[in-house]
T-cell receptor, first 114, second 111 residues
Framework: EPEVTQTPSHQVTQMGQEVILRCVPISNHLYFYWYRQILGQKVEFLVS????????KSEIFDDQFSVERPDGSNFTLKIRSTKLEDSAMYFC????????????FGPGTRLTVT | GEDVEQSLFLSVREGDSSVINCTYT??????LYWYKQEPGAGLQLLTY?????DMKQDQRLTVLLNKKDKHLSLRIADTQTGDSAIYFC???????????FGSGTRLQVQP
């Protein structure tokens, strides 16, 4: 069964460093998302991406964040200058056009900023 | 803004039914979801319901929607130890692509 994959599973970085989190959505999907979950808190929406552009973003997704689909398979989230409060589990999700109500999530990348 | 609330913990005995409840505030919610998260794993889509439905059954899972009270529930029949996980309720409003999640209910199944 096709699934969303994410790498790495755990990333440790120092405050102020740039990180890139990688996702490979399900191959025929057209809509892509990033969510995050700070430990003990709710899963929060960050951004959605369709047709090579951001279609919706939350207040959390400020200028420190960017997304890219560099090739036909990867979808990345970049944090330019990480802060301690960026420590969280980051989930990528995707959905196709036909089953537009079903978002499928990856296993997540745990980001720890020290 | 939109909000989704769930109770934090539920403990049941193996073989019993589990009922996990959720309330939401967005009256324009068109899709409501249940996701399951096992330790160290991602969010697995369990089931969903459209806002024009009252009930949906899928094997051991029954979803009930009371749109008037903005209340959603997930019933798991014959709960097994493998059902132990965190269950997230989520909603998606009209015209939005993002899901709004609840805090998750940790289901503990005792043998």
């Amino acid at each position: 069964e096709p699934e969303v994959t994410q790498t790495p599973s755990h990333q440790v970085t120092q405050m102020g460093q740039e990180v890139i989190l990688r996702c490979v959505p399900i191959s025929n999907h057209l809509y892509f998302y990033w969510y995050r979950q700070i430990l003990g808190q709710k899963v929060e929406f960050l951004v959605s991406f369709y047709n090579n552009e951001i279609s919706e973003k939350s207040e959390i997704f400020d200028d420190q964040f960017s997304v890219e689909r560099p090739d036909g398979s990867n979808f990345t989230l970049k944090i330019r200058s990480t802060k301690l409060e960026d420590s969280a589990m980051y989930f990528c999700a995707s959905r196709d056009r036909v089953n537009s109500y079903e978002q499928y999530f990856g296993p997540g990348t745990r980001l720890t900023v020290t | 803004g939109e909000d989704v609330e769930q109770s934090l913990f539920l403990s049941v005995r193996e073989g019993d039914s589990s009922v996990i409840n959720c309330t939401y505030t967005d009256s324009s919610s068109t899709y409501l979801y249940w996701y399951k998260q096992e330790p160290g794993a991602g969010l697995q889509l369990l089931t969903y319901i459209f806002s024009n439905m009252d009930m949906k059954q899928d094997q051991r899972l029954t979803v009930l929607l009371n749109k008037k009270d903005k209340h959603l529930s997930l019933r798991i029949a014959d709960t097994q130890t493998g059902d132990s996980a965190i269950y997230f309720c989520a909603e998606r409003g009209t015209g939005r692509r993002a899901l709004t999640f609840g805090s998750g209910t940790r289901l503990q199944v005792q043998p």
